[in-house]
């Protein structure tokens, strides 16, 4: 596991970023928060783009900026993805990834291999054309290998599907997913869309106003009360780790604990590991099990904590076979039913909000 440690400041005329931060990381990490909160910013000011930032910035404990040291961007290790692919026009996708190839830095991290890489982004197609003729989507994939095959150590991508529809945002999210594992590189992405958090990052940053709002495990950020005013308009919801059960006719069975969700969804092999965001809007509570009932997914659950919410709600924090579930209803029924801490209730799911691959 690597490890990027953060002290940096940087004054704008309308804004100012302050970021105090050490950050191992695993797999892909999201910095995430509205628009105009410093994601962005905080990305360039990594990468060393950022000439009035001052403070000072180590990965894996070598120094790449402080009052004496500022390390050139090239030397960094850093694979960059920017919004747009930023390929060269005049060159065909396989003179583009080599040239990155060519540039290929010299650590003790084996070499990125150009077949695996075009395998990997699914280029294989595509490597005779001139990206002109690409779509965007193409356009980011080729970008997304061009970054892996200049041999980074740290993967800096901002916000690489924004200007995407959402059928070729579901066709390369998959393969951003694999990356880490894939060619062992941590990744950093930056993103203001919830969805492709859940999907995609094991911690997330959380920026508001060029500081840090929060920093975790995405499901413990996401399901905090407190940070709703900072991510924009999140709805609060939770992430529950289910297994695939069974799978037939475009449903699946999806295992919590001892206990079933039925979802529909693209097809999944059985024992697939899914992460899924359940929004405390889409919870009503019984205390006894419901029959007759047009809901099909009722979870035993039991009150954790009863907190007050927005308006005329509650939010309650439920426990569900270890995993936790949020449901928002109202002061009166939560009063009409007694509710209480540590009592058994019934979760009525009406529905989930669950990224295919």
Not at 132 to 157: C, T
Not at 257 to 267: H, I, K, P, S
């Amino acid at each position: 596991m690597s490890t990027l440690s953060l002290h940096v400041t940087l004054a704008h005329p309308s804004f100012a970023l302050e970021v105090h931060q050490d950050l191992p990381l695993a797999g892909i990490t999201a910095l995430f928060g509205p628009s105009g909160s410093g994601k962005t910013t905080l990305l360039r000011v990594i990468a060393g783009l950022e000439r009035n930032a001052r403070g000072t910035i180590m990965f894996d404990g070598e120094t790449w900026q402080s009052e004496r040291v500022q390390v050139p961007t090239q030397r960094r290790g850093i694979g960059y993805v920017f919004q747009d692919g930023r390929l060269f026009p005049h060159l065909t996708v396989e003179q583009n990834l080599r040239f990155a190839l060519g540039r290929q830095r010299r650590t003790s991290r084996p070499a990125v291999d150009f077949a695996a890489a075009v395998a990997a982004l699914d280029l294989g197609a595509l490597l005779a054309r001139r990206t002109p003729s690409l779509s965007g989507g193409e356009q980011q994939r080729v970008a997304i290998a061009r970054a892996l095959l200049a041999g980074p150590r740290l993967m800096l991508m901002d916000e690489p599907l924004s200007s995407l529809d959402l059928n070729r945002k579901k066709e390369i999210l998959p393969l951003i997913e694999k990356l880490p594992e894939a060619f062992g590189v941590p990744v950093l992405y930056v993103t203001h869309n919830v969805d492709e958090v859940v999907r995609l990052a094991n911690d997330v940053l959380l920026l508001s106003a060029g500081r840090v709002g929060a920093y975790g495990k995405v499901g413990d950020v996401l399901e905090r009360l407190d940070l709703s005013p900072l991510t924009g308009g999140v709805e609060t919801g939770v992430l529950l780790r289910t297994e695939v059960a069974t799978y037939d006719g475009g449903v699946a069975t999806l295992r919590v604990g001892a206990q079933q969700l039925r979802v529909a969804m693209g097809a999944m092999p059985v024992g697939t590991a899914r992460r899924i965001r359940i929004h405390a809007r889409d919870v009503a509570i019984a205390t006894s099990r419901p029959q007759h009932l047009s809901i099909r997914n009722v979870l035993v659950a039991r009150i954790l904590r009863i907190e007050p919410g927005t308006g005329m709600n509650v939010e309650l924090l439920l426990d569900v076979e270890g995993e936790h579930l949020r449901s928002r209803i109202t002061r009166e029924a939560c009063d009409e039913l007694a509710l209480a801490t540590g009592q058994q209730v019934f979760a009525l799911v009406k529905s989930v909000a669950l990224e295919e691959k």
